[in-house]
């Protein structure tokens, strides 16, 4: 009897992790095309990098909000309700910190591609001036 709960756990366990992919994907999806609605990818380069950075931070910083507010918890109960309730958490959540991965990299982006052709030195030293108060470039 042994090997058959063992089987059904595992079993289980694999519907668990196919659900949990199944809504990140879900939750990166929404979290993708809501960011290129408000800003559309220019060339087809731009849309690799937004789906990936979206993707990137969506699965990292959601996974890390999930474990800090404990909520991977709900899962582990026995009560339905409660699974059900932690697997659209996690969707929101995911979802939500998906949405900022794009604009952070964009913003990147456009500081290298406006200090291009400048040195280290030169960049640093507008740092410098930043930081004490000076003027921006």
């Given amino acids: 009897m042994e090997p ?4 059904g756990a595992g079993v289980g366990l694999w519907k668990a ?7 990140g994907a879900f939750g990166f999806g929404l979290a993708a095309i809501v960011v290129m609605c408000f800003t559309p990818p220019r060339t087809p380069k ?8 979206t993707l ?6 959601g996974s890390g909000v999930v474990i800090y507010f404990g909520l991977h918890k ?5 009560d339905i309700a409660l699974q059900v309730a932690g697997l659209l958490s996690f ?5 939500t910190c998906g949405l900022p991965g794009w604009a952070v990299v964009r913003w990147i982006f456009n500081a290298l591609a406006k200090r291009e052709g400048q040195d280290i030195v ?14 921006q470039a």
């Fill in 46 to 53: 731009e849309l690799a990098v937004a789906l990936i950075s």
């Fill in 17 to 23: 992790v196919v659900w949990l992919m199944g809504l």
């Fill in 56 to 61: 990137v931070s969506s699965l990292s910083l």
């Fill in 91 to 95: 969707g929101g959540i995911l979802f």
């Fill in 4 to 7: 058959m709960s063992s089987a």
């Fill in 74 to 78: 709900l899962l582990a109960t026995t």
């Fill in 122 to 135: 030169q960049v640093l030293q507008e740092l410098r001036d930043i930081k004490s108060g000076g003027t």
